[in-house]
């Protein structure tokens, strides 16, 4: 019988057959803890005995959720987690890197095939590698770093084909967020999801980051796609490993196969405050809005900051909007500075933050106000998730983005490309 | 085990940010601290209204959104003894286990807010005493009671030193 992406990923790593809803131990490749999850991670450790971890190669620490600290607290965890990785000889990227998931592929320690674990639920952003990569929490990342395993229900698969090419003015983002609205938030629970199709053939690795990322905004616990020239030109780029691209089979089983034509599809939004609470933007046009943010681990990589630059560039920001942008890690603020996308962000108007998570997190860099309206290209637009629990997040594109921070209100972004 | 308390109702998607927003748990690792702020951005008076032994009762997705293991951490440390609903996402599920919060999957649409419960979690049942109805459980995955009957992953690898499922 044939397999799926993470049947066969599971299969090599637990040394089985592995068919969906069977329980497997496998063994992983990479794990990854940030500063939200670490400190209680390392608590765990100390719990289950733990002297060092599996292989100090295959685990990095990343402080970019809270970062530079913006607290006493904050700090004393910040300093938990540097010491752990110094005792423990394990890589830390300190404030200014990036964000987890810009960091971790840039690093080189994932290539298709692997199997990644991380303490954010937003791991599964490496799917676009043809990695089988998820989210845990701070036990079972400790549990990772004393053996190097993990315990995994093989899922089931959902399949998304996407047929045809995204039209002018409409980006993955869209894509994306058009699949949660039309499955939910629970749509792919327990489940892995394959992206396959022209429509994401076609796509650059940082659009194609975009989707894999938010495949956990419909639940899932992967969010898969083949390796194909794109993903091997991006790999020779950052990577020195050798690997074996995964298929399914042409035969292997699915929960079920959904089929889009993205022809066309018009830009989309997610309303506060669910992800699957999305809209054509033409329902939402003219919404005022008072803070625009460009960045994350969805849509802070350098394709989204030219994205925007090209539409900010000879005009400025509306004077009631703050423009938040922070790049998603210290290569692409580099590339972004080299290239002078950052400069035309600037002199539109945008604050320009620490490479990581920015505001997205609510702890710091730019939270709203009571009853003030953000659009942002986060993936998360629930209540309180940027620190207030009165204001309203909308999610869009970069593009998006950046006509509305001109404009003030929600805005078509194909009002401004010709 | 066995508990009995109050029903506290709760609806879809209940994410982890609800639970315990991010403004708080980034900055300590002190759980009792952190249980004041449970469910505080869907109902800011909630930690006071729980007595001891009560129950969550949400309804489908409950705990979807981040990894942060601080969400069953702070229901726990709240005093509340399970969580009830009609289907978890798949972090928050595995992360109770792991940190020993029962979580209960059945059918809440026969639970109202303020209901007497008494959830048997051996037995797979749940009694609703208000209604005088029992309410089918579907029972945890085998891995799953094992690691809950070590009393969580710590304990489990403490006692055999990695995974033995």
Redesign the interface.
């Known amino acids: 019988m044939g397999q799926t992406i993470i049947e066969k990923i599971l299969s090599k790593h637990s040394g089985l057959t592995a068919k969906a809803n069977d329980i497997v131990v496998a063994q992983v490749d990479f794990i990854m803890g940030q500063d939200g999850t670490s400190p209680l991670a390392i608590r765990a450790f100390e719990n289950m005995d733990g002297k060092e971890v599996f292989d100090p190669q295959k685990v990095a620490l990343v402080i970019d959720h809270s970062s530079p600290s913006p607290n006493d607290g904050v700090s004393a965890l910040h300093k938990l987690m540097r010491e752990f990785a110094r005792s423990k000889g394990v890589h830390l990227y300190d404030i200014g890197e990036g964000v987890c998931h810009q960091v971790v592929p840039e690093s080189g320690k994932v290539s298709p095939g692997s199997l990644v674990i991380g303490a954010d639920s937003h791991t599964c952003t490496y799917g676009a590698l043809n990695a089988f990569s998820t989210g845990v929490g701070s036990t079972d990342l400790a549990g990772g770093l004393v053996s190097g395993k993990m315990w995994f229900k093989v899922p089931e698969t959902i399949k998304f084909v996407c047929r045809g090419k995204l039209p002018r003015g409409v980006y993955s983002k869209d894509l994306i967020l058009y699949l949660i609205g039309n499955v939910t938030a629970d749509g792919a629970t327990y489940k892995a999801t394959e992206f396959t199709g022209e429509a994401i053939s076609c796509l650059s690795m940082d659009a194609r980051f975009t989707i894999s990322n938010m495949a956990i905004e419909m639940g899932a616990k992967a969010g898969l796609m083949e390796a194909d020239d794109t993903t091997f030109t991006w790999l020779d780029r950052f990577s020195d490993t050798e690997f074996e691209p995964v298929k399914a089979d042409l035969d292997a089983t699915y929960a079920e196969i959904k089929e889009f034509d993205v022809s066309d599809l018009e830009p989309q939004i997610a309303r506060p405050h669910t992800v699957d609470n999305v809209c054509p933007i033409s329902e939402v046009v003219g919404t005022p809005i008072n803070q625009a943010v460009l960045g994350t681990c969805t849509n802070g990589r350098l394709e989204d900051l030219r994205a925007a630059a090209s539409i900010l560039k000879n005009r400025k920001v509306h004077p009631d909007v703050r423009f938040v942008v922070a790049p998603a890690s210290k290569l692409i603020y580099l590339e972004a500075m080299q290239d002078g996308t950052l400069q035309t962000l600037i002199e539109a108007g945008a604050a320009v933050v620490t490479p990581g998570c920015g505001p997205c997190v609510g702890t710091h860099n730019g939270v709203p106000s009571d009853g003030e309206n953000v659009i942002s290209t986060a993936n998360r637009n629930f209540k309180g998730r940027m620190g207030n629990s009165k204001a309203f997040i909308y999610l869009g594109s970069p593009v998006t983005v950046a006509a509305s921070a001109i404009t003030g209100k929600i805005t078509d972004p194909r009002d401004f490309i010709k | 085990m066995k508990f009995e308390g109050n029903t506290h109702k709760f609806g879809n998607?209940v994410?982890t940010?609800?639970i315990i927003?991010?403004?708080y748990?980034?900055?300590?690792?002190d759980m009792k601290e952190l249980a004041k702020h449970v469910m505080?951005?869907?109902d800011p008076d909630f930690y006071h209204k729980i007595n001891a032994g009560d129950f969550i009762v949400g309804g489908?997705?409950f705990g979807?959104?981040?990894?942060?293991?601080?969400a069953p951490?702070a229901i726990k440390h709240a005093d509340i003894s399970a969580v009830l609903a009609k289907?978890f996402?798949?972090?928050f599920y595995?992360?109770a286990i792991?940190?020993g919060l029962p979580v209960v999957e059945c059918d809440t649409d026969l639970i109202d807010a303020g209901d007497e419960l008494e959830v048997d979690l051996a037995g797979g049942n749940v009694i609703n005493k208000t209604k005088g109805q029992t309410i089918p459980a579907k029972p945890l995955?085998p891995?799953m009671i094992k690691i809950l009957n070590d009393g969580?992953?710590?304990?489990h690898?403490?006692k055999y030193g990695?995974?033995n499922?």
């Open positions: 998607d994410n940010d609800y927003a991010g403004r748990k980034f900055k300590t690792l505080e951005d869907l489908s997705n979807c959104g981040s990894s942060r293991e601080q951490l289907s996402a798949r972090i595995r992360n792991n940190t995955p891995v969580g992953l710590a304990p690898f403490k990695g995974f499922l």
